[in-house]
């Protein structure tokens, strides 16, 4: 149960971008979230109803673009999605590294001026 | 409709509170060490085995995350100043919490902080506390495949203990699995598998707190 302090997180940050430029209303928030990063499911919306009311960004639609686990092998370069071994499905390599899949940040807010 | 681009990571807000953490920590030279595990893996066992050899040598003090003081009174039975930080119920310690916490210690008086956070593998991986070094302490009798269930935690850590090695010969635990996870996470992690139990295993993890120590003792005196 870590959405409630996540959103908090998140509303500080827009606001702290919406406020000086004089936004009447924050209506979207475009996040992206990698699969290997934290956590963040379709109930952080509820609790972004909750701790957003009364500012600005009250009723603001939270929009997720998810971006999946992605590995590359370090021996013959093939990128592959997870598995529970950390392994290269084309050559066996145990020799692989992360190469997507730890986004986590507020890309841009839509806003009425 | 106007859109106006931030791409900034999510936890700004926890990240500047983290790095006023690490201010206050730097200015008194005290090293802090942010002890993450799943429940029952053993971080209150490991802390006050560490408490316990290294408290003639070292001004130490604990805080706990948690939401009963039953792993404070444990702590605090070693003799060393100890604070809870209810969570109520939050399942991981965060920036806020831990700065709100460090005015019930004497940080002039203290050379090692070690922060036990709330038991669990998701969660604290998402919080920068501000302390210097993630510990995760993972165990024998959790299974060998946490670092492909839970990367974040482990790709977060900075050192990696392995607690309970006492039990390798009663559970099956496929040493090269685990370390294989945790080295394609975090390539050359450093990593002591030890028995806070037993003590096997635990003077090589205290010289590395010794030398944290010492470093940031010489830090702070630059």
Redesign the interface.
Known sequence: MHELSITQNLLALALQHAEPAGVRQITTLHLVIGELSSVVDDSVQFYWDFVSKGTIAEGARLHFERIPAAFRCLDCQTEFGRNDRYQCPACGSGHVTISAGEEFFLKSIEVEE | ??????????????DQIAARVRQQLDAAGVLGLNLMASPGAGKTSVLTATVNALKDELRLAALDGDVHPVDVEKIARTGIPVELINTG????L?ANKLIHALPTLDLSQVDLLLVENVGNL??P???ALGTHFNVVIASIAEGD?KP?KY??MY?GADVLLLNKIDMLQYQEFDLD?FR??VE??N?GLTFFPLSARTGEGLPAWLDWVRARVAERRAASEA
Not at chain 2, 89 to 92: L, N, P
């Open positions: 409709m106007p859109e106006i681009d931030i791409v900034e990571n999510i936890m700004d807000a926890n119920g939050d399942c991981h965060d998701i969660c991986a998402a919080f495949d492909y990367p974040a790709r699995y294989h996870g394609v996470l390539p």
